[in-house]
Nanobody, 119 residues
Framework: QVQLVESGGGLVQPGGSLRLSCEASGSIFSINAMGWYRQAPGRQRELVARITSGSSTNYADSVKGRFTISRDNAKNTVYLQMNSLKPEDTAVYYC?????????????WGQGTQVTVSS
């Protein structure tokens, strides 16, 4: 079993910053990629940022230049630094970890953390 524990969400004013963290624990064999997705009310879940085992990153166009994803392999933790937050960033943010075993990928999801950007 793999558990993902997220932290760092909350209420912030427009232009403010938040840092999300997600720690993976349990039967961690080989982490292929880690990432963050978000889902706003009435909308589909979308990729925010992703980082591979080789530290390659990709971002949604809407967050480029404002959000930064990073990972600490020793701690099995992924971070999302969110700056210059906008009201449209309001959503539940989900951590995603992809483990690879024998060329098969296994997806795991966190429980979600609410981010609200409002004055």
């Amino acid at each position: 079993q793999v558990q993902l524990v997220e932290s760092g969400g909350g209420l912030v004013q427009p232009g403010g910053s938040l840092r999300l963290s997600c720690e993976a624990s349990g039967s961690i064999f080989s982490i292929n990629a880690m990432g963050w997705y978000r889902q706003a009310p009435g909308r589909q879940r979308e990729l925010v940022a992703r980082i591979t085992s080789g530290s390659s990153t990709n971002y949604a166009d809407s967050v480029k230049g404002r959000f930064t994803i990073s990972r600490d392999n020793a701690k099995n933790t992924v971070y999302l630094q969110m700056n210059s937050l906008k009201p449209e960033d309001t959503a539940v943010y989900y951590c995603n970890v992809v483990l690879r075993s024998a060329y098969v990928d296994y997806d795991y999801w966190g429980q979600g953390t609410q981010v609200t950007v409002s004055s």
